[in-house]
């Protein structure tokens, strides 16, 4: 199966702990795949002929899949979470500078306004508080956000996602992979 948004992980765990073997690729893979084949119409049909094909074709090439560790869901989880909080914050903030900017400015609503960003800034400031207790859980995971941290430029947030990413680098044998 394709490793496409957050919905093939479900899939792939139930038929792993059905015991069936399990091989998630990359979509530009298939996408490539598909191309190869001269397949330039897409449906989910379609797509699913395909990637039996491209099984088939590459199954020595395939690795099969294991299901992440739990520090994995734990850290993209909150990572997610930060990710949209941040969003709305933004949106929060980009609204109270233009209201601010009005001719009339009602107080009431300004301040609600202001409590919604302090709040969303606590709530933020409060999941890499989370991040870094669920981080001291597993010290290969941390060993390696620590390693990234001396790149210079590449703070906590980018050291966590790059982790989570790459399933602390297992996913990736070369740096270039990584990267790509």
């Not at 001269?38 to 002929?49: G, M, N, S, V, Y």
């Not at 233009?98 to 400031?125: H, M, N, P, R």
């Not at 870094?132 to 703070?155: F, R």
């Amino acid at each position: 199966m394709e490793a496409t948004s957050t919905y093939w992980i479900k899939v792939a765990l139930f038929l792993y702990q059905g015991g069936f073997g399990v091989s998630v690729v990359n979509p530009l893979q298939a996408h490539h795949f598909a191309l190869s084949e001269l397949k330039t119409t897409r449906t989910a049909a379609i797509d699913a002929q395909t990637l039996c094909e491209m099984a088939a074709h590459r199954s020595s090439k395939l690795k099969g899949w294991t299901p992440p560790p739990a520090i994995y869901h734990k850290m993209e989880q909150r990572l997610q979470y930060r990710s949209t909080l941040l969003e709305l914050r933004k949106v929060l903030t980009n609204h109270w500078h233009a209201l601010s900017a009005s001719t009339t400015l009602v107080a009431a609503v300004g301040e609600k306004y202001q409590a919604q960003i302090e709040d969303f800034t606590a709530k933020i400031e409060a999941l890499d508080t989370e991040l870094e207790t669920v981080l001291k859980q597993d010290p290969a995971w941390a060993a390696s956000i620590t390693l990234l941290q001396t790149i210079v430029g590449v703070g906590p947030i980018t050291a966590y996602w790059l982790v989570v990413a790459s399933l602390n680098f297992t996913s990736c044998a070369k740096a270039d992979s990584l990267a790509k």
